[in-house]
């Protein structure tokens, strides 16, 4: 059965209720696709039986599909699966420590330190620590981390695409947004964990953002808000892509009435995100200053300007752009061919004509508008835009479901996206695989030797370095070193964050703390504070100690800017957890 286009508003409103949005489009009658008809259980059992099925099979598949991580001891590879493991070592280690916040790391930079963890999104590196803590290698972690999202993306996707489009529409969502080209590509060709797990929010994020936009009320509100911030601590880059075309989606979904409403409820909920994080975003938007930021846009791999797309290259099936072509393609003669319904034309076109906005912003006649735009500059990779065109291609193509009635044309349908499916995603199924020596590679001593920044364009040094301290001393195998006078030095404690040391001498010294400076950093002598000079030219940070026993402590603590951040991230979580209290059912 399929529903009468002059259905009455009262009814329209009811179907687009997300509480009921399991049975929408899905054959159902209005009476029971809006809870006002009695479901008997034959119905609830078949529509199980017919959902069931399917999201079986796509599990099947989005498992299949990064096949490449279930190699015991193996990694593949991929441009950054290293730097990403090396990140992983030191935030586990940072961990260990004691340093949940894992702002400060010296296992980078030659053992000399890198504020690196202030910068960088916080929840892929902890959850892979966490993980690694209770016993797992760090490589296994790593693919858990990447399991769990492929799963999570699979299957929100099929429950974004059966808000719109019923059982059959969420098949074919979940199935297009699966095998991805571009998804695929940033776990199995560039090895971007972080920007694969914010790939997997996505569609939850969507579903956030439509169901506040149909009710407005604060049980939708937590949820929009909470996902905002998860996906700003997993990948800030997509989340400044992914929040404005949520926001757009949660305006649009909700009643003409009360679409400035909506909008504006929308964007208290990602401003309430950002609160929640401003833990990991104060810091990182008030201490850019200090560190050398600008060579994420102005390094010439790095920048916007080099990465902008000639049209043609969109249908190369290659790194990065992978066959976002010929997505592009089908969602045009899509948008040609298939009508819609006078009822959802609003929405529809939004899943058509965001694709093409998006892939417009990627060509290189838009880079007026990169230039223009500040923030988006920060995205380096207008090639980025792809995995958030690609779930809107995905949620386009599942209305194939609403626009074909007949079954046996649905499953030919099926059949014929995933074999074009899996012949965009078969460049990326054959991955070089080999054995990965975890104990060697990521060991302290072979971060620190090994030199490894983490970075590819020097972006986190502190910008008053001038010569980096490795060049002048080699790398840093001991943390304190002897620059005048003959003192005996006995190193208590030392972590990542804290050095405690104590140093017996006949004669004044001159003691150098192998660690660049940067602001956090303090000196206790005998439990009094202590000044220290830092090196105009290497950064590193020495101090002058009087004859006799002392006892010496170098500590990393936060600054004010770090603890407004804290404190407005506690207070915002306070509020929230205060608010659905006194807001949850009798």
């Known amino acids: 059965m399929t529903f009468d286009p002059g259905v009455s508003e009262r009814v329209h409103s009811a179907i687009l209720d997300v509480r009921d949005e399991s049975v929408k489009f899905s054959g159902a009658s209005p009476q029971i696709a809006s809870g006002h008809g009695i479901c008997s259980d034959r119905v609830m059992s078949l529509r199980f039986m017919i959902d069931m099925p399917m999201v079986i099979l796509l599990i099947v598949i989005s498992l299949y599909s990064i096949n490449v991580v279930y190699h015991p001891h193996c990694a593949w590879s991929t441009h950054d699966l290293r730097f990403n493991l090396h990140r992983y070592a030191a935030v586990s280690d940072a961990v260990g420590d004691g340093q949940w916040t894992a702002r400060w790391t010296r296992l980078f930079n030659h053992g000399y330190g890198y504020p690196l963890l202030l910068f960088y999104p916080p929840a892929t590196p902890m959850l892979v620590a966490l993980m690694h803590r209770t016993g797992l290698s760090l490589l296994d972690s790593m693919k858990a981390l990447a399991i769990i999202m492929s799963l999570a993306a699979t299957i929100s996707a099929y429950c974004l695409g059966r808000v719109w489009y019923g059982a059959w529409g969420g098949f074919l969502t979940g199935l297009v947004y699966t095998l991805l080209p571009y998804r695929l590509e940033t776990l199995l060709s560039r090895g971007a964990i972080a920007e694969y797990a914010a790939l997997g929010l996505l569609p939850l994020l969507w579903l956030a953002f439509i169901r506040l936009g149909r009710r407005s009320g604060f049980r939708e509100f937590i949820p929009a808000a909470c996902l905002s911030a998860g996906m700003l601590l997993f990948h800030n880059a997509t989340w400044l892509t992914a929040v404005p075309v949520s926001i757009a989606l949660s305006t649009i979904c909700s009643n003409s009435?009360?679409?400035?409403?909506?909008?504006?409820?929308?964007?208290?909920?990602?401003?309430?995100?950002?609160?929640?994080?401003?833990?990991?975003?104060?810091?990182?938007?008030?201490?850019?200053?200090?560190?050398?930021?600008?060579?994420?846009?102005?390094?010439?791999?790095?920048?916007?300007?080099?990465?902008?797309?000639?049209?043609?290259?969109?249908?190369?099936?290659?790194?990065?752009?992978?066959?976002?072509?010929?997505?592009?393609?089908?969602?045009?003669?899509?948008?040609?061919?298939?009508?819609?319904?006078?009822?959802?034309?609003?929405?529809?076109?939004?899943?058509?004509?965001?694709?093409?906005?998006?892939?417009?912003?990627?060509?290189?006649?838009?880079?007026?508008?990169?230039?223009?735009?500040?923030?988006?500059?920060?995205?380096?990779?207008?090639?980025?835009?792809?995995?958030?065109?690609?779930?809107?291609?995905?949620?386009?193509?599942?209305?194939?479901?609403?626009?074909?009635?007949?079954?046996?044309?649905?499953?030919?349908?099926?059949?014929?996206?995933?074999?074009?499916?899996?012949?965009?995603?078969?460049?990326?199924?054959?991955?070089?695989?080999?054995?990965?020596?975890?104990?060697?590679?990521?060991?302290?001593?072979?971060?620190?030797?090994?030199?490894?920044?983490?970075?590819?364009?020097?972006?986190?040094?502190?910008?008053?370095?001038?010569?980096?301290?490795?060049?002048?001393?080699?790398?840093?195998?001991?943390?304190?070193?002897?620059?005048?006078?003959?003192?005996?030095?006995?190193?208590?404690?030392?972590?990542?964050?804290?050095?405690?040391?104590?140093?017996?001498?006949?004669?004044?010294?001159?003691?150098?703390?192998?660690?660049?400076?940067?602001?956090?950093?303090?000196?206790?002598?005998?439990?009094?504070?202590?000044?220290?000079?830092?090196?105009?030219?290497?950064?590193?940070?020495?101090?002058?100690?009087?004859?006799?026993?002392?006892?010496?402590?170098?500590?990393?603590?936060?600054?004010?800017?770090?603890?407004?951040?804290?404190?407005?991230?506690?207070?915002?979580?306070?509020?929230?957890?205060?608010?659905?209290?006194?807001?949850?059912?009798?």
């Open 257 to 586: 009435h009360s679409r400035a409403r909506a909008a504006g409820t929308a964007l208290l909920a990602a401003v309430t995100g950002m609160c929640l994080s401003s833990f990991y975003l104060v810091p990182s938007i008030l201490e850019m200053r200090h560190i050398r930021i600008d060579n994420l846009t102005t390094a010439a791999h790095l920048s916007f300007r080099n990465n902008m797309l000639p049209p043609a290259r969109l249908w190369v099936e290659t790194w990065p752009y992978a066959g976002a072509g010929h997505l592009f393609t089908l969602l045009f003669l899509l948008s040609a061919s298939l009508p819609f319904r006078r009822r959802d034309a609003v929405w529809t076109l939004f899943f058509r004509l965001t694709p093409i906005a998006l892939f417009a912003m990627m060509l290189d006649g838009s880079l007026p508008v990169w230039e223009c735009i500040k923030p988006l500059q920060y995205i380096q990779f207008p090639w980025r835009l792809s995995g958030l065109a690609g779930l809107s291609i995905a949620v386009a193509i599942g209305a194939l479901s609403a626009a074909i009635g007949n079954t046996v044309l649905r499953v030919s349908m099926c059949l014929l996206i995933a074999v074009a499916s899996f012949h965009l995603y078969s460049p990326y199924f054959f991955q070089h695989i080999f054995q990965y020596n975890e104990t060697h590679e990521l060991s302290r001593e072979e971060l620190i030797t090994g030199g490894t920044t983490a970075v590819v364009a020097d972006e986190y040094q502190p910008g008053h370095v001038r010569v980096p301290p490795h060049l002048r001393y080699g790398p840093a195998l001991a943390s304190i070193a002897i620059e005048q006078g003959s003192p005996r030095v006995f190193i208590d404690t030392d972590t990542s964050t804290r050095c405690r040391a104590v140093v017996i001498g006949t004669t004044p010294s001159r003691i150098r703390f192998n660690c660049v400076h940067y602001p956090g950093w303090t000196l206790r002598l005998d439990d009094n504070r202590h000044p220290f000079d830092v090196d105009f030219e290497t950064g590193l940070m020495t101090t002058s100690i009087p004859e006799g026993r002392h006892t010496m402590e170098w500590v990393f603590t936060r600054t004010p800017i770090r603890w407004i951040g804290d404190m407005i991230s506690l207070c915002s979580l306070t509020i929230l957890f205060i608010l659905t209290r006194r807001f949850r059912s009798p």
